[in-house]
């Protein structure tokens, strides 16, 4: 591809071949839309609403359970097989909701394309659709339009163009046709290139287009976007490895128990069905909805902490989350600039501005001061707010709005605060010329008419004698005979060039090398803080002069300068603490200047000692290979490109690590979709990042995205809760049919039976669980290993022990039961009846002393609080009452298979059922007992 910025004017006209001031020719221009054909993004084949619900069935566990129901409708098990569908449909509906949106993100850029283009063509300016421009077309640009094609500029006047969605620069860059750029330079700092989808917000310019379409840095954006794979979440790999293990285990089980059996010689089709009946007990039907629905649960407990969640595995994944890369602007810092101090008559004050922004507290050494009655500061703010071009409707109240530049909005704003409202002013003293803003001399004069009567508080004029003005508001005619007054302000040093005065206690002085060298340290102190300087001067005039930089930006009087910052959000610093409390590496990356950047994130702890910070520049040169090995040591990226923010993602992923990316600029969308979580910013954020993203910040804020990996962490803890729970269920399940096959027994479960423990009894608990309260320190952990099975810290002796101990009160039952029955009654059928109904309400029983002990991996229930989980009690209440209607209304008895019991065998299956608790107990008592030794023996 041409680098068109190191070309110089006469050069990009000679390889367009085309003339700036004709431009092309109507039949040049079709034949080049033939050739390179229109100026569109191509949009890839997004996929289908009934792909993305097919995609729902595409687990491991999940095509388990279908086969499960295709055999069991295979053998006449209707009522299982519709079961199991039933619970399938639903868990593949809940995802699709949730997914439906995921792919459009190509879209979204199609539609940020500006409509229309105003071109040269056969020497006349002409509208024409976007779609329709071509390389070589010379296209006009104002203020107010959106850029349609990478353009290598030819002509500009003080044109300023916004470019944060494509590089997240904080400000509008100036524009320069002249200038020619090494290779090395960075996208955001093409100064003699003008992007598509960018704005024009100041001036005018003339550009050739270089680039349409998919070549232009938009194009290659979205190429880069549907090149990006979107990986897979932990909680994904870890459901697939589960399944898999369930899967294996499912088939050696059922292939020793066929083979078993066959070999005893009993009938292949007996054999059969019991290896189904074990199938249907290894296999945790629930867990699929159950991990849905409470990923569904969660992502509406974020959004009430304003993280909308776009992909339920997202919620999950944010509790595994090692790294969090952010952008700064709107998300670190409050996204606008503020005034934050005000310096004129060796004297600084500091401005604070409320929560809301709409009133501003003005200190000087700790007291307030009423600025609008102070002589210097109030004309600093008169002065910079009439010399600017921003426009703020109704100011100071809630239904505010502003236009323009937002170094001026911040000035006019604080003027406002002050009470020197912008159209107030301009009545007072109405413009009557300017001298636009230019890169060059970095500074703007507008022209006033002073107000007729003597007191136009327009600013003392010097006089040879020093100028004794008392208060400025009450005019010396000795001293001024002027009518117009002119007011200067820009870049500190260029302002502090044209000034020869300075007004210093309540006199207009000569400015001395003394002065000059305390006000440049000043501002080095402040410049060094992260503040942006702007310095204002005013001269009175006896006639309007004629406009010229050079004679009116002379001889004038410096004032003073305002100091203005996009302030840190104030809950920003906690939460970086937070992160880093938890484990978790904070890492800035911006399109603001190293400097800017490295300063705000000193401020906030992200840039510790020994940190460093790198540029695009140097990403450039920088492979991915040699970026990991560097990752640990960098905590700051500045002036970064699309494509490195894909190889900073890329390189901690090679690491190891769950990373979170945050952006809200189209430039932000390939790295929002390649990161384990993409964040988009919800108010600031453009269609496309949020389109690519997995979450959404309502308030742009990042204390928001530390409280969502919080909330992430509890219900990853919740997750392991409930299948310590379930899979503990199923695993006295299998062991009791197994069980009963070795000793020769019959079936002490029916299918049906099984089914109902696995899907009724095991959900509505399970449900409960994932609403669990967050236990103590949970943010005062390191993130969990990102490779950690989820059978991990114990939970595989876990669920061996709890299922042997649940299968043999369950043998021990059933085998108690049938001869208690066949000794009174003789009938065997009755006797098993009656046996098979109680090993299942003492299965359904111990469960529920299994869900209410496992709350807490380590502590007591008691400690906890018995009482904490109101939805748990309420959940183990109705599937006890559930359990006794199955076992004693004759229309249930029926569907299940089940006989009542007697008063004195329902209270051995309750009392039996009670001892797993106190067993899980006292088993996590010892666990405590060994972790507070180990470390004790250690030392």
Known sequence: MTNWYQQSVDEVIANCDTDPDKGLSAEEAQRRLSQFGPNELEEQQGRSPWLIFLRQFAEPLVILLIVAAIVAALIGEVVDSLFIAFILVANAIIGFVQEYRAERAVAALRKMAAPHARVIRDGQVKDIPAREVVPGDIVLLE???????????????????????????????????????????????????????????????????????????????????????????????????????????????CAVVFMGGWLRGEKITDMFLTAVSLAVAAVPEGLPAVVTITLALGAQQMVRRHALIRRLPAVETLGSVTVICSDKTGTLTQGTMSVQVLSANRSLITVAESEDGLRADFQSNGEALAVSEEPHFSLLLRSSSLCTDARIQQPCTPEETATGDPTEIALVKVAAQAGLVKGELETEYPRIDEIPFESARKRMTTLHRVPEYESPSAGPQPAQSGGEVGDPRLRDKAQTAGE???????????????????????????????????????????????????????????????????????????????????????????????CKQAGIVPVMITGDHAATAANIAQQLGILAEGQQTMTGQQLATTSVEALEAQVDDVSVYARVSPKDKVNIVEAWQNRGQIVAMTGDGVNDAPALKRADIGV?????????????????????????????????????????????????????????????????????????????????????????????????????????DPNE??????????????????????????????????????????AEKAARTACFAVLAFLQMANVLAVRSETESVFRIGFWGNRQLIGAVVLTIVMQFAVTYMPWLQSILHTTALSAAHMGLCVGLASTLFFAVEIEKALRRRRGAVAPAEEA
Not at 522 to 527: D, G, T
Not at 536 to 554: I, K
Not at 809 to 817: E, I, K, R, T
């Open 789 to 830: 099975s989820v059978f991990a810290r114990g939970m595989g002796p876990f669920i061996l022990w709890v299922g042997v101990y649940m299968a043999i009160c369950a043998l021990g039952l059933f085998s108690y039961v049938f001869r208690n029955v066949h000794g009174l009654t003789g009938d065997v059928m009755q």
């Open 484 to 578: 117009f007054v002119s007011y200067t302000k820009g870049a500190l040093e260029m302002v502090l060039a044209g000034c020869r005065f300075i007004l210093r206690d309540n006199q207009v002085q000569p400015l001395s090398d003394a002065d000059k060298t305390e006000i440049i340290s000043q501002h080095e102190q402040l410049a060094a803080q992260g503040l942006r300087v702007l310095a204002a001067a005013y001269r009175l005039w006896e006639e309007a002069p004629a406009m010229e930089a050079d004679s009116v930006e002379q001889e004038m009087v410096f004032i003073g300068f305002a100091g203005m910052s996009d302030p840190i959000r104030p809950e920003a610093q906690p939460a970086v603490q937070t």
């Open 680 to 784: 988009a910013m919800g108010i600031s954020g453009t269609d496309v990042s949020k389109e690519a993203s997995d979450m959404i910040l309502l308030d742009d804020n990042f204390a928001t995205i530390v409280a969502a990996v919080e909330r992430g962490r509890v219900i990853y803890d919740n997750i392991r809760k409930f299948f310590r729970y379930m899979l503990g269920t199923n695993a006295g399940e299998i062991l009791t049919m197994f069980g009963s096959i070795l000793l020769g027994w019959p079936l002490p479960l029916l299918p049906a039976q099984i089914l109902w423990i696995n899907l009724v009894t095991d959900g509505l608990p399970a449900l409960a669980l994932g609403v669990e309260p967050p236990e103590p320190g949970v943010m005062k952990r390191p993130p969990r």
């Open 143 to 253: 203020a107010g339009m959106r850029v349609v094609a990478d353009l290598r500029l030819v002509q500009t006047s003080n044109l300023q163009i916004d470019e944060a969605a494509l590089t997240g620069e904080s400000f509008p860059v100036s524009k320069q046709a002249a200038a020619q750029l090494p290779e090395e330079t960075v996208v955001g700092d093409r100064t003699n290139m003008a992007f598509a989808s960018t704005l024009v917000t100041y001036g005018r310019g003339q550009g050739v287009v270089a680039e349409t379409g998919m070549g232009t840095q938009m194009g290659q954006i979205a190429a880069l976007l549907q090149t990006t794979e979107a990986g897979k979440t932990p909680l994904q790999i870890r459901m697939a490895q589960a399944g898999k293990w369930l899967i294996a285990a499912t088939l050696l089980i």
